[in-house]
Nanobody, 116 residues
């Protein structure tokens, strides 16, 4: 059974930084690209960052230059370093395989709140 557990969210002022972690069970990491998704209140969930099995990365335009996704396959963990945070980054952040998330992989997410 695959489980994804996100952590590291919190309340931060605009311009601040947070580092999110996602620990996975099972063999998910060895077989898939991984992504960080976010869902703001009243909005659809969006994919913001992807890291391939080989380590190549891609980002949605709104976070380019500010967010960095990385992975540690030995620890089955994917990270999202978020710098220069903006109020618009406020959302619940989730990890899942990418670019097509698996419905039954969603975890509880971690709340990120950026105050102005």
């Amino acid at each position: 059974q695959v489980q994804l557990v996100e952590s590291g969210g919190g309340l931060v002022q605009a311009g601040g930084s947070l580092r999110l972690s996602c620990a996975a069970s099972g063999s998910i990491f060895s077989k898939n690209a991984m992504g960080w998704y976010r869902q703001a209140p009243g909005k659809q969930r969006e994919l913001v960052a992807v890291i391939a099995r080989g380590g190549s990365t891609s980002y949605v335009d709104s976070v380019k230059g500010r967010f960095t996704i990385s992975r540690d396959n030995a620890k089955n963990t994917v990270y999202l370093q978020m710098n220069s945070l903006k109020p618009a980054d406020t959302a619940v952040y989730y990890c899942n395989i990418a670019p097509m998330a698996q419905l039954n992989y969603w975890g509880q997410g971690t709340q990120v709140t950026v105050s102005s």
